[in-house]
């Protein structure tokens, strides 16, 4: 992939810890020797500390985890979506040799239900299974062969059931749980929703389920320990929410379940809800001994939760010239079995079911719905991805409609500060959408093979073939190609919404003139490892910075999801760390006399403009200065019936424009470019921007045109990624950073906003819309399969 447009980026080795440096000071007449300048700080490509030892492979992650006396779990699966259990017979699997234990519902303490909103699924299943792979059983063994064996030796008696796997259709039938088939109904009516315009346009559209599809399956290792409790060593997003389950469902207090994050291969929001996590605590406390789970790849496609497989219906109402005046909307997501988060992603994809514009009248209604198909929760976007690629295709269509070109009705919608969201909230941030739009229309444009939009003439034999829809299979004719250009611009909330009580709590201690901190924010690669280190070399100007390993023992940092470390757990870093200083400063000024206010931290000294300085190191030696902090962000509410509140704390927008080449008779296509802008508030560290914006556009692309869980009746099949494709290095496309606008946010720690979800969701209805450019087809459904252009109805 290739990224341009960051100016600015550089790395720097910063000096070795603990580099001499004077405490004289300079009013006694003696000239101190320059001191190493603190790098490492805010605004500098700083690299990831464990950068080098996850590309060598010295990186300890979850599934790398042993103890002495480990055993091996696993979980007996259910193969029917929807099925009463008459019996379960765990004779045979007792029989198996080093079979340690063999658990199932009648074995659970607590409340054996779980949930990360509302605790409505089974630990194991007793009396009925709702999706295709939920958990029946549980064997520990010595050996995880002899595990797989014993779980097969379970013989379950099934009877099963007519499956709902119709989200449209689950209201009417009959309910598949106790709490019905509805999740959540969201009603939004802004202005006047009868109000029409000069040119109305509608359509139909659908998302695919796709899957967070991260590179390290589910793992963990329990261990009992001596008091009765649970030591736990888990890959997850969200500690102390794990914790909470656990306890519940086992009927332990949350002092007695300690956590402890293990190396994370991935997450996207797939590792938010628990999986595998009750089971091993279970297990570990039933056989007195460690337990190991690792799920292999089918099992993860089983165990985790999805994207929502969505169906939208739209009305755009416009004036003549191009002006938003209504839009009606009705949004189906298919949650799957269990509540997971269903209700908070249909809120996100009701309220943002309009777009990055000004829309006076709106009616809204979204439904969460319960089906006999697999769970569905986070994934990046959350809920704002599946809209989008309908509001998207909507403004499109309108362009269409009024001949004015697509870019320019955007920007003729384009919402400002103050501007007022469907929500009836007021934006009181930056909302630099015209900016983005502007600089999108102005980037150059990737040259053609020949110039004339075709691939054969004119080119470099083998490497123009590759360059063309089909690769390496050199199926495409360049006669037949044709190239498309696409664009979308998206909104995203930043942190949790709806009056959630969202927090984050860090500590500072300073020590030796060593900084360490400590937060249970979960490092799932976004970076916060690197950006806690950055802030802590800004405030307290030293060198070395250590990071506690993030744990239990500490109160909650909140979710690693939502766009919201960077601000929350950055935030309680960032006051931790003020807190010291504040100490540090008060504790010199109480010595030499001068106000703290005129004393400063810089490169491991405490200076002042009279010519104080003091060695950090040498004050710091004398006593620890210490500082632990519970972080806030400004209070939300939640919606009134109508869908009006002030529910979000921040936005974030980005646009997106793609380039694509079709070859309509085969169906086939590539993506030759993706080109971007996006709203970053700040950049705290540009070499991570990019790489949070290249793998957030790949997830957008794959969504577009290749990712999709294929299910048949409740079934998964394609639970691997042999058949479950995703975007390789051969398949990815150039990404070029056009801008990123730096506005910074008012309230936000250093002004700046996360970036990890605007990439992913605007640049999926970018692709399709230069696929139908290419094709002159609506192409309303993501994924695009071949069969879609090939045999399209329309193709003349």
Request: aromatic share 4%; charged share 20%.
């Amino acid at each position: 992939m290739g990224s341009t447009g960051v100016a600015g980026m550089t790395e720097a080795d910063g000096p070795a810890a603990g580099a001499p440096g004077s405490a004289l000071s300079a009013a006694a007449g003696v000239e101190a020797p320059a001191r190493p300048t603190t790098t490492g700080r805010i605004g500098e490509s700083v690299p990831r500390p464990d950068g080098v030892p996850k590309t060598t492979g010295g990186f300890a992650f979850s599934s790398d985890l042993w103890a002495d006396g480990m055993l091996w779990g696993r979980a007996l699966r259910s193969p029917h979506p929807h099925a009463r259990i008459r019996s379960i017979n765990i004779a045979g699997a007792l029989a198996v040799g080093g079979v340690r234990a063999v658990l199932t519902a009648d074995d659970l303490p607590g409340t054996g239900v779980f949930g990360i909103e509302h605790a409505d699924q089974p630990v194991l299943a007793a009396d009925v299974v709702r999706y295709c792979g939920e958990p029946v059983a549980l064997v520990a063994a010595d050996h995880p062969e002899t595990a797989r064996l014993a779980t097969e030796a379970i013989v379950v008696d099934y009877e099963p059931l007519e499956a709902v796997t119709d989200a449209a259709a689950a209201a009417d039938a009959p309910p598949i749980h106790p709490d019905g088939n509805l999740f959540r109904h969201i009603r939004i009516r802004h202005g006047d929703p009868q109000a029409t315009g000069d040119v109305v346009v509608e359509g139909d559209y659908e998302v695919g389920m796709q899957d967070q599809a991260f590179m390290g399956t589910e793992s963990g290792l329990a261990m009992p320990t001596v008091d009765g409790g649970v030591e736990l060593f888990i890959s997850t997003q969200w500690l102390h929410n794990d914790q909470r389950q656990i306890a519940e469902a086992l009927g332990l207090a949350p002092a007695d379940v300690h956590l402890t994050l293990a190396g994370v291969g991935g997450a996207f929001g797939a590792r938010e809800d628990v999986t595998l996590q009750i089971h091993l605590c279970l297990l570990a406390l039933h056989t007195g001994r460690p337990v190991k789970m690792l799920y292999n790849r089918e099992e993860s496609f089983f165990g985790h939760v999805h994207r929502h497989p969505a169906r939208m219906r739209y009305r755009h109402h416009a004036t003549a010239d191009g002006r938003l005046v209504n839009v009606e909307a009705e949004i189906i997501l298919d949650g799957g079995a269990y509540a997971s988060t269903t209700a908070a992603v249909l809120a996100n994809a009701s309220f943002f079911a309009t777009g990055p514009y000004k829309v006076p009248n709106a009616s809204v209604d979204g439904w969460g719905m319960r089906t006999n198909n697999p769970p569905c929760g986070a994934m990046r976007g959350f809920g704002v991805v599946q809209v989008c690629f309908a509001h998207e295709a909507q403004m499109d269509r309108l362009a269409d409609a009024l001949r004015i070109d697509p870019l320019e009705l955007r920007l003729r919608n384009a919402l400002t500060p103050g501007d007022t969201l469907i929500t009836g909230q007021q934006i009181t941030g930056t909302a630099p959408v015209a900016e983005l739009l502007e600089a999108l229309g102005e980037y150059p444009l990737p040259q053609e093979t020949d110039g004339a939009g075709r691939h054969g003439a004119g080119g470099n034999g083998a490497a123009d073939a590759m360059a063309r829809p089909g690769g390496a299979g050199r199926t495409a004719d360049g006669s037949h190609v044709r190239r498309g250009v696409g664009y979308a611009a998206s909104i995203k909330n930043l942190m949790f919404s709806e009056g959630f009580d969202d927090y984050s709590t860090a500590a500072c201690r300073l020590s030796d003139g060593v900084a360490t901190i400590t937060c249970a924010c979960v490092e799932v690669g976004q970076g916060f490892v690197t950006l806690a280190q950055q802030i802590a070399r800004e405030v307290l100007g030293v060198q070395q910075v250590l990071l506690d390993p993030a744990d239990t023992a500490i109160g909650s940092a909140g979710s690693s999801s939502a766009s919201r470390q960077t601000w929350m757990s950055g935030g309680a870093v960032l006051a931790a760390c003020e807190g010291v200083r504040d100490k540090v400063l008060s504790y010199v000024s109480a010595e030499c006399g001068i106000p703290p206010g005129e004393l400063a931290l810089r490169d491991g000294q405490v200076v002042s403009d009279s010519g104080l300085s003091r060695d950090l190191a040498d004050i710091t030696a004398e006593r620890d200065f210490r500082c632990q902090i519970e972080y806030h962000h400004a209070p939300t509410t939640e919606v009134d019936a109508d869908g009006q509140g002030t529910p979000h704390v921040s936005f974030a927008f980005a646009a997106h424009r793609a380039v694509v080449d079709v070859d309509a008779d085969l169906g086939l296509l590539r993506t030759v470019e993706v080109a971007t802008t996006q709203d970053v508030g700040r950049i705290l560290n540009p070499v991570q921007a990019v790489g949070q914006i290249e793998g957030g556009i790949a997830q957008g692309v794959g969504l577009a045109v290749m990712e999709e869980i294929v299910l048949d009746g409740g079934r998964v099949r394609n639970a691997s990624f042999t058949d479950y494709l995703i975007p390789t290095a051969l398949d990815m496309c150039d990404v070029r950073i056009a801008r990123l606008v730096e506005a910074p946010e008012p309230g936000a720690p250093f002004g700046a906003k996360g970036i990890g979800e605007p990439p992913t969701i605007s640049s999926t209805p970018a692709v399709v819309a230069a696929v139908r450019q290419a094709t002159g087809l609506e192409l309303n459904r993501v994924p695009i399969r071949p069969g879609d252009i090939a045999l399209h109805p329309d193709r003349k």
